[in-house]
């Protein structure tokens, strides 16, 4: 994805048991962080069709 | 390699003869210059119409999927790649087939070469290393490696990894080949600049599926763009739906592509889709030391699990 032109810190990836409650938070609020950064995605993004 | 016509054609008699298999798969000549089809004979008195030069890029491999009789194939190098990945794949048996080896040194680019010369393409002649071209005004002599198709250009692989005979001895393999400088250009590039290449790359694209349908890897019964319910992807041409469908059928294809060329050679408006297949073929390599069909006894990179596998993008 980073190789089409999509920002690094956009895209994350990351196993969480569903025991582990602390990670969970933690990996949210890490790519919540790093994709607030990045401000709103401008790519993969659907116009409008245009009608005449 | 316009010599091993004649070889193929007896091959082909023997063992349709000799009832050893139900079909053999090669190629005839198109009814237009360097445009080779796919041909498929039953019958001992049709192996006249097999020929074999270089216009013969299309992927026999693709017409095995599924298939139950017993079939001869004529396999460049990228094509036995393909039909290893099928038999890893279960989409044939090993025992039903009978691969006769093509060692291969390259197929001709159409594209090139009719932007080499002026007017149409009346006829095109081949030696083993020439390649001429006739046009209504004049006779072109060219060099054969300077129209090859670049996927040609940069094969190391030219000789079959898989074949119960061969239609002639090895030829040399290419060496000293970086098969990625424009992948690492394309990595090296700001992000901006990526998604704009991108764009540029697949404007012209009409989603027509060429690409899709010659790709021997493409055998799914319903291809995601296909579905309805649920439907994955728009039809149209906006730009996303074009780079979704790209994007996707380049990841369907990670770890199994040969880059055998077969889908920028069908491309009716000569999208190198390829520069998307070859950065997940380069990255196969690089993490985790694959190259897709050199042997049936190896499982495919991601049916495998190393305990040392890379796992930096898991956070």
């Given at each position: 994805m980073e190789y089409m032109g999509i920002e690094r810190d956009r895209l994350h990836m990351s196993w969480v048991s569903s025991a582990e409650a602390t990670k969970f938070i933690d990996v949210v609020t890490r790519v919540t962080e790093a994709v607030r950064a990045l401000g709103p995605n401008q790519h993969f993004v659907k116009q409008k069709a245009k009608v005449a | 390699m316009s010599g091993y016509t004649e070889k193929m054609r007896d091959i082909a008699g023997r063992l349709l003869k000799e009832c050893a298999v139900d079909m053999v798969i090669g190629f005839r000549k198109g009814t237009m210059p360097m445009m080779n089809e796919p041909c498929f004979?039953?019958?001992?008195?049709?192996?006249?119409?097999?020929?074999?030069?270089?216009?013969?890029?299309?992927?026999?491999?693709?017409?095995?999927?599924?298939?139950?009789?017993?079939?001869?194939?004529?396999?460049?190098?990228?094509?036995?790649?393909?039909?290893?990945?099928?038999?890893?794949?279960?989409?044939?048996?090993?025992?039903?087939?009978?691969?006769?080896?093509?060692?291969?040194?390259?197929m001709i680019d159409k594209r090139k070469i009719t932007g080499m010369v002026a007017g149409e393409i009346l006829e095109v002649s081949e030696t083993e290393n020439t390649i001429?071209?006739?046009?209504?005004?004049?006779?072109?002599?060219?060099?054969?490696?300077?129209?090859?198709?670049?996927?040609?250009?940069?094969?190391?692989?030219?000789?079959?990894?898989?074949?119960?005979?061969?239609?002639?001895?090895?030829?040399?393999?290419?060496?000293?080949?970086?098969?990625?400088?424009?992948?690492?250009?394309?990595?090296?590039?700001?992000?901006?600049?990526?998604?704009?290449?991108?764009?540029?790359?697949?404007?012209?694209?009409?989603?027509?599926?060429?690409?899709?349908?010659?790709?021997?890897?493409?055998?799914c019964p319903t291809c995601f763009v296909?579905?309805?319910?649920?439907?994955?992807?728009?039809?149209?041409?906006?730009?996303?739906?074009?780079?979704?469908?790209?994007?996707?059928?380049?990841?369907?294809?990670?770890?199994?592509?040969?880059?055998?060329?077969?889908?920028?050679?069908?491309?009716?408006v000569g999208i190198n889709m390829r520069l998307l297949t070859r950065k997940l073929e380069k990255d196969c390599q690089e993490q985790f030391g694959w190259e897709a069909g050199l042997s049936p006894d190896q499982r495919p990179a991601l049916d495998v699990y190393k305990a040392n596998d890379p796992e930096a993008f898991i956070k």
């Open positions: - | 004979v039953t019958k001992p008195e049709d192996v006249q119409s097999l020929v074999w030069d270089s216009n013969c890029g299309i992927n026999l491999a693709n017409y095995l999927a599924n298939r139950k009789e017993k079939i001869a194939i004529f396999a460049k190098g990228c094509d036995s790649r393909n039909i290893v990945t099928h038999i890893t794949e279960n989409k044939i048996e090993r025992d039903q087939l009978h691969i006769v080896g093509v060692p291969c040194t390259g001429k071209v006739k046009t209504s005004d004049a006779e072109t002599l060219l060099d054969k490696k300077d129209v090859l198709q670049q996927n040609c250009a940069l094969c190391i692989h030219r000789n079959p990894v898989i074949h119960d005979e061969m239609v002639a001895d090895p030829v040399q393999e290419q060496t000293d080949i970086d098969r990625y400088a424009e992948i690492h250009k394309i990595e090296e590039m700001e992000t901006e600049d990526k998604w704009r290449f991108f764009d540029d790359l697949l404007s012209p694209c009409i989603r027509c599926y060429a690409c899709r349908n010659a790709c021997p890897l493409c055998y296909d579905e309805s319910k649920p439907q994955w992807v728009g039809k149209g041409q906006d730009p996303i739906d074009v780079r979704t469908f790209h994007l996707l059928r380049a990841y369907h294809c990670a770890g199994r592509c040969t880059d055998c060329g077969a889908c920028e050679r069908a491309c009716p």
